[in-house]
């Protein structure tokens, strides 16, 4: 075996150099550089769509039954349509596509020092299923009786009887499609593991992984053991709306709680495994940018473990009103109080990394500042939520829908932009336009606040979530309630046409914008230590690892940066 | 992937070889799969939901065949790993081959039994019993039908004389399709009580 | 596949498995559930060891992968008996009594 593994190795070589055509370089490519470029820009696409939806609905409730241009009249069931596609899109074809794969698959070959991902070929294959199911979603907008609309979580017996949800195709489409992106995930996401745990640059410890990584390997694995039940509840679902089964339906013996079980047993660790990443990407951030070591890297590494492990005993926290035992609602209002403490210690670490660092104010690291503001609000009203007799209030009311849009939004869109403006460069080997960039920035976070600020309000007035107009309920329907509806949308159009400013900065900077240097933030970490963009193979001669990813300004050092390949005695 | 392929692919940090990590963590998934499956029959079991009672209908003599079937397969695949690491090309193809066959039987069984249960009116949507019957050893026989199809690619590279690790792999994914099986058998077919 | 360790006895842990087989499959003749049960599942489970022990070579591999499996185990656990308190307490089968006339629903109401 050993012989061979050499024969193997002289070969590999010699392929790195063939010239690859059109159609395996950008169509069906093995590249991981190549593959993350087809998540992020699928993902980018699918954002345009739950951006449209977003705002299609904003538009009827903030006039209802008035014609929403670009759309036209929106009825109750195209409504509930658009609100449960927003809310699946954003989750499943955005923030995973482009925090998890596209980030993933672009920084942990780079970030561990290796030519490309264990399975090149599963890699792609992950991708092609992962078109599919956008595809296969996309697909059930348009069957008869519209898209489902049985919200993101999808509860029966609403989603899993024609004739409760009117959409029947549409409802199964939708479950086949998130079916299909799970599968599509899974084999993704064995591939990550599997690479970071395996195929680390030589003398790259545990310690030294940069945090980036290891917050989507946790995160991986987060998903991959959460996921499972849901999807065998999938099929069951799928087979209650095709076949006829009762799983779901108490009138043939089955338990519609059973399936809030199974979601919600994904449900929560799926925050996690959202929030990890953007946690990761952003630790590398703010070290870049106040030229310090992460505080308590340790630290901040357990307080993952502790977040991961403990998001699998709190998902009833969601069904506090589903009419759970009682005793069970008591041990989850501890556990989901118990869960804020990592999250929190986390972001002290980072408050920490910041203090008397010499911070500068580029792009990414607005990006990266905003998040921690922005989530600690959304953790903080969490623990409002959490306690369940607080909840019994709040539950489906706008106060959780600005809540996870506070955890949400800067998870996904700020941490989102964060890691685009900061490893632009390095992908596409160009600047980007710092000017336009931090325009962009002002033009989306305050919008972004203006949006949901006021939703907590709304929800503390009493108002519910998943209804398509209010003039229906006089008690929500009076004219300061309207006005706050009002002011949200318009906060929402206006960062809406803010997002010009990016698409303009990008798609120009791609093309026209300054040249990059290798490391142009003066990083410490290995992807830096390339050409940008990286080639094929991405490194010239295989690096090797000195130290750990967070050395800036060591005391006593010339450079206030130290790679993690540079050998000791160099300087 | 081929014999050739990335320099990562080569690694092993852990020094567990790649394909191996990575089954590994593959089988970790489909053990929430099954196991959630089994979680959800196991509550509604003991609910003593209406219909459970109808594990008495099926057939132990199959089960318990098709067990003995799905073991047997297990040994063979094993062994033609053992072939494989002696380098004895042809014996590891005829054992791969066996295993095939024995996954054949399977589901011959299974045809066998669900056309009986069909044609004495026991479908899939009778009641509970018969949806989480059908469903999990559906589930379960596409996993042997996928197994065999892979099985089938594999044995002729191996008797070309390369890609010697997939044989391990594969037999791990098929232990793991026996190992599911072992715990279907005492739900579906003895625990009628 | 290149570390060397000894093999076990393939086809001696193939009898055994065999005979367990037969046990678990002769159980219920004694009619006494709380036998069945444990032949039944208990037997489930030694075999299960044993093939994931010596077929599938957990015997020799690193610990990792107990670990995973462990943990694995261990969170399906959680699930179900976070499950258990509602799936099995339910008065579900109330609603099925009276869903066709819907008095339950009125009564609740
Ligand atoms: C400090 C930690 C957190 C706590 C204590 C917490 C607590 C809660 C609770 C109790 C609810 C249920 C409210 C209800 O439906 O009545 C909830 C809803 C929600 N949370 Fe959080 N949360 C936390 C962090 C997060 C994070 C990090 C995210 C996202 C990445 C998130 C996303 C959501 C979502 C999407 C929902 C609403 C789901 C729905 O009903 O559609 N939460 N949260
Ligand atoms: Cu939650």
Known sequence: MSEAAAAIHTEDHAEHHEELSFLYKYILPVDHKMIAMQYMFTGLIMAVIGGYFAYVFRMQLAYPGESVP???????????MMVTNHGTIMIFWVAMPVL????????????????????????RLSYQIFLVSALVLILSFFVKGGGFGGAWTAYPPLSSVPEFSLTDWGASLWVLAVALEFVSFLLGGINFVTTAMNARAPGMKMLDIPIAVWFIVIAVILFMASVGPLIAGAVMLFMDQRIGTTFFLPSGGGDPLLWEHLFWFFGHPEVYVVLLPTMGIVADIITVFSRKKLFGYRTVLYTAFATGGL???????????????????????????????????????????????????????LWALSFLFAF???????????????????????????????????????????????????????????????????????????????????????????????????DLATEELQDIRVFATASLVIMLIFQVIFLYNFFYSMFKGEKAPDNPWKANTLEWTVPSPPPHGNFKTLPTVYRGAYEYSVPGREMDYWPQNMPPDES | MSTRGPVATHRSSTGIPAGRLAVWWLLASEIFIFGGLIACFVLFKLNGTPGFEDASETSVVAGAFNTFVLLTSSLTVVLAHAAVERGDREKAFTYIWYTFAAGIVFLMVKVYEYSGKILSGHTITENLFWSFYYTMTGLHALHVIGGMVVMALISFDVRKGYNYQRVELIGLYWHFVDLVWIFLFPLFYIANF | MSEVHAHPNYVKVWYWLVILLVISTLGPMLEIPAITLITAFGIAVIKALMVAANFMHLKFEKHIVWFLFIMSLTLLGVFFFGVAPDVMMTEGDQWIDCIADNSCVEQRL
């Open chain 1, 70 to 80: 670009f759309f036209g009249i929106v009825g109750p069931g195209e409504y509930n």
């Open chain 1, 311 to 365: 998001s699998f005993v709190v998902w009833a926290h969601h069904q506090f009103v589903a009419g759970i035992d009682p005793r069970m609602a008591n041990v989850f209002v501890v556990t989901t109080v118990l869960i804020s403490i990592p999250i929190a210690e986390m972001l002290f670490s980072y408050i920490a990394t910041l203090y008397g660092g010499s911070i500068e104010y580029t792009t990414p690291m």
């Open chain 1, 100 to 123: 998890i794969a596209a980030f993933g698959n672009f920084l942990i070959p780079l970030m561990c020092g290796c030519d490309d991902m264990v399975f090149p070929r599963l890699n």
């Open chain 1, 376 to 474: 600690l609000i959304g953790g903080v009203t969490g623990i409002y939520l959490g306690a369940s007799a607080l909840d019994v209030y709040f539950h489906d009311s706008y106060f959780v829908l600005a809540h996870f849009h506070y955890t949400f939004f800067p998870i996904t869109i700020i941490g989102m932009f964060a890691a685009i403006t900061f490893w632009f460069p390095k992908m596409f080997g160009r600047m980007m336009n710092e000017t336009l960039g931090k325009i962009h920035f002002w033009g989306t976070f305050i919008p972004f606040n203006c949006i949901f600020l006021p939703l907590f309000f709304l929800g503390l007035a009493g108002q519910h979530r998943r209804i398509y107009n209010y003039d229906h309920f006089p």
